[in-house]
């Protein structure tokens, strides 16, 4: 995934033409999946290759490549999925927040499956760089047999230099990826059609029987063999994810004109090649190249798996800030790298985890034989995921009949758990890996959303209804509070309730402002607000005002720039005389809260690791007064 520009697709079409749009997805979308033909069709050799390989295997090996291809990618994705958004926007939590607007009875079930999703994308976020890096560096190895012991440490500079770069922006980078993806592409669908004449058999694959047959026939080894031909689709979740990035138009283009025939040419000639040169299968994709070729091509898939794992990277930053603003996760720190770009984000806290996730992975399996095994877990099972969540889809928003949506995505849905089960048999190879990853992140979304919930309810029974605290405090008498000049904008989650810092205000220092603000900052289920429906403002009376903030899940929380704005509107005070009031909860953990204990402490963990509330909604930082409190949670 990429850096989104801040605006709708369709805002970008109208300033962008199609061609450059198309291009950029190509380095931007599609860097990922264009990297299987790395490893994919190595990986699905083996389990047949023990005791050699026949030609109708071979073909039906490519033909399960190629229809794959087309099921999953092409149909699944590229024609029906890019279709259902989220006013522009696509990707899990996108569809989660679209479908917790109208999902009554499955809430609970349709937020489990979004955070299963989201947690599997961090764990392909991880998988993705360790496995693309390795794979291209490899390559090496048939330049001189004296490289192989240098592919791993090259392989480990070369991502600590991509993760450290993070912080700089991708920008500027960003304007090569779409070329360079391009001749990749352009690179392997060549000497793809060039390998296709070593034995022209190799187009029968074309024909789907062949899959089925391989599959009827080779029994468990046809079921292992799915799981290494499933490599060819990972990075599909790109397509959706991306779709707010460049629209479904320039997607759709890139796929069928450059996409899809170079992925297609370039395995019919590995199947072709190892057809005619059985020593081949080694690796086939490398040895299709001459001697002479070798170098340019391992630096041109070095690029392009460094752009692959870019595009995985800065979708981790997408995912995680989405999950923040929707309430899955705590508050981190959100660094923006481009003055005019809003979508150039950088989270040095996800920055660190991913680093960190994808060394260890590198230095664990050391070779991408053996991450390879491990890989296609996570990509399966959000597939699985987006499917399920797609028939709610359909029928909530698309008001398709049950009996219509099961028709459709029920082979579809079929057809992928047939492949969540083939690469489930990984699972002692390594597959255990991206389900821990998998679990170790549902775990803390789950825990953040309930715990957060509970702390709210818990607040909520001591707090004083802000209808009957208006009058009391007003109230003119001997124990009334001082009266001070200047605004005092206190925030709170509650609009409805006096806020914690405005009664330890009153209760501690006897004062109360001229004018009082109580802010609310909500965070909608779509993309984005509209400056215009960003703002709702109620005067309960002379000193107490109530002003609520509405962002979208894709928009940064600027309050101070948002009060700027408001104050063009009629709305007049003086940031100088203004002063910030936060409430600062101590938690105590308490095993009768409604967690238990582990997942009480854990919750606390995270509350303490949040940023700071004044540098995540952007508040002067000289204005800001900070009042504690203990909650048992």
């Known amino acids: 995934m990429g850096h989104p520009a801040e605006h709708s697709a369709a805002e970008k079409t109208k300033g962008h033409g199609l061609f450059a749009l198309a291009l950029g997805s190509v380095g931007v979308v599609y860097g990922d999946i264009g990297t299987s033909p790395l490893y994919a069709f190595r990986e699905a050799l083996k389990p047949v290759a023990h005791d050699g390989v026949t030609q109708m295997e071979i073909i039906s090996l490519i033909s399960l490549m190629i229809w794959t291809l087309t099921i999953i990618v092409t149909f699944k994705y590229v024609l029906f999925l890019l ?9 899990t939590l996108s569809l989660l927040a679209l479908m917790t607007k109208g999902a009554c009875g499955h809430r609970a079930v349709l937020m489990l499956l979004g955070l299963i999703g989201a ?61 360079i993806t391009a001749i990749w592409f352009l690179v392997m669908g060549g000497i793809g059609l060039v390998h296709i004449f070593d034995d022209l058999s190799i187009l029968a694959a074309f024909n789907p029987l062949h899959a089925f047959q391989f599959m009827s026939e080779e029994g468990f080894a046809g079921v292992v063999v799915l799981g290494a031909v499933f490599l060819t689709v990972t990075g599909a979740e790109a397509l959706y994810a991306d779709l707010g990035h460049f629209g479904r138009r320039p997607i759709q283009w890139a796929w069928f004109v450059l996409v899809f025939p170079a992925l297609t040419l370039n395995y019919l000639g590995q199947g072709a090649m190892v057809l005619s040169h059985p020593e081949a299968m080694s690796d086939p994709f490398y040895l299709m190249f001459p001697q002479w070729a070798l170098v340019p091509v391992i630096i041109l898939a070095t690029c392009a798996t460094i752009i692959a794992s870019q595009a995985v990277i800065t979708g981790a930053f997408s995912l995680v800030r989405q999950a923040i603003h929707l309430g899955y996760l705590p508050r981190m720190q959100i660094l923006f790298t481009s003055e005019t770009n809003t979508g150039q984000i950088f989270l040095p806290g996800v920055n660190t985890l991913l680093l960190v996730g994808v060394i260890a992975l590198v230095l664990g399996f050391e070779s991408s034989d053996a991450l390879a095994t491990a890989y296609g877990i996570s990509v399966t099972g959000a597939m699985v995921v987006t499917t399920l969540m797609a028939f709610e889809f359909v029928r909530l928003r698309w008001r398709w009949p049950r009996v219509l949506a099961t028709l459709v995505l029920a082979p579809l849905l079929l057809l992928e758990f047939v492949f969540l089960g083939a690469n489930l048999l990984k699972i002692h190879d390594g597959g255990w890996v991206p389900v821990m990853m998998a679990i ?68 501690h220092n006897h004062v109360l402002h001229a004018k009082n603000v109580i802010l609310t900052i909500i965070t909608v289920n ?70 238990p204990m582990w997942q009480d402490r854990l919750f606390i963990a995270l509350a303490n690791a949040a940023t ?22």
């Open 83 to 91: 279709r259902a958004d989220n006013d522009g926007e696509g990707g």
């Open 440 to 507: 170790g992140f549902t775990v803390v979304m789950w825990t953040w959303k309930r715990g957060a919930a509970i702390l709210f309810e818990k607040t909520r029974r001591i707090d004083v209804p802000l209808q009957t605290f208006i009058p009391m405090v007003e109230k003119k008498s001997d124990h009334a509070p001082v009266s001070v000049p200047g605004v005092a904008i206190f925030l709170t989650g509650d609009p409805q309730t006096a806020p914690a810092a405005l009664l330890h205000n009153i209760k």
């Open 119 to 179: 947690a599997l994308f961090l764990g392909d976020a991880m998988i993705t760089p360790a496995l693309s890096v390795l794979s291209a560096v490899e390559g090496l190895k048939y330049v001189s047999p004296h490289f192989e012991s240098a592919v791993l440490p090259i392989s480990i500079a070369i991502l600590v230099a991509l993760f450290a770069i993070q912080s700089k922006g991708t920008g500027m980078v960003a304007k090569f990826f779409g070329p």
């Open 612 to 633: 700071d509330p004044s540098d995540y909604f952007h508040l002067p930082a000289n204005r800001v007064v900070e009042l504690g409190s203990h909650v048992i949670i």
């Open 526 to 595: 779509k993309p984005r607000v509209s400056i215009e429906d960003r703002y709702r403002v109620e005067k309960l009376s002379e000193r107490f005002t109530v002003i609520e903030l509405r962002f979208g899940f894709m928009q940064s929380h600027n309050v101070s720039q948002s009060l700027a704005y408001l104050r063009k509107t009629g709305f007049k005070f003086d940031i100088m005389s203004t002063s910030f009031y936060l409430g600062r909860r101590k938690l105590v953990p308490d095993a009768a809260s409604g967690m």
